[in-house]
Nanobody, 129 residues
Framework: QVQLVESGGGLVQAGGSLRLSCAASGASVRTLSNYAMAWFRQAPGKEREFVAGINWNGDSIGYADSVQGRFTISRDHGKNTLYLQMNNLKPEDTGVYYC???????????????????WGQGTQVTVSS
């Protein structure tokens, strides 16, 4: 079992920045570095959507068009932690942000929620105009 715990959310004005973290723990944490990870978000009344993904060794990264150029995903294998640096935040970035672990071993990242098997509990991000 792997446990993922997000932190770093909060209330920020438009144009501000936040850095989200996703800490992994559990019996299989040593192998987490062999899996792609991703950030998703969910706004009230909307489906969960892909935000950013990073493959198992960090040499492939992808972003949703809506956050390209403003958000940066990264991972620290030594700390078993995934990050999302969010700059120039907009009110439409408001939502609950989730980190997720991919199902496939030594894989790239995917944009479909069905390709991920472990999820954190989420952290709320609210951007005021």
């Amino acid at each position: 079992q792997v446990q993922l715990v997000e932190s770093g959310g909060g209330l920020v004005q438009a144009g501000g920045s936040l850095r989200l973290s996703c800490a992994a723990s559990g019996a299989s944490v040593r192998t987490l570095s062999n899996y792609a990870m991703a950030w998703f978000r969910q706004a009230p009344g909307k489906e969960r959507e892909f935000v950013a993904g990073i493959n198992w060794n960090g040499d492939s990264i992808g972003y949703a068009d809506s956050v390209q150029g403003r958000f940066t995903i990264s991972r620290d294998h030594g700390k078993n932690t995934l990050y999302l640096q969010m700059n120039n935040l907009k009110p439409e970035d408001t939502g609950v942000y989730y980190c997720a672990k991919s199902r496939l071993y030594i894989s790239t990242w995917y944009q479909d929620v069905r390709d991920y098997d472990y999820w954190g509990q989420g952290t709320q991000v609210t951007v005021s105009s």
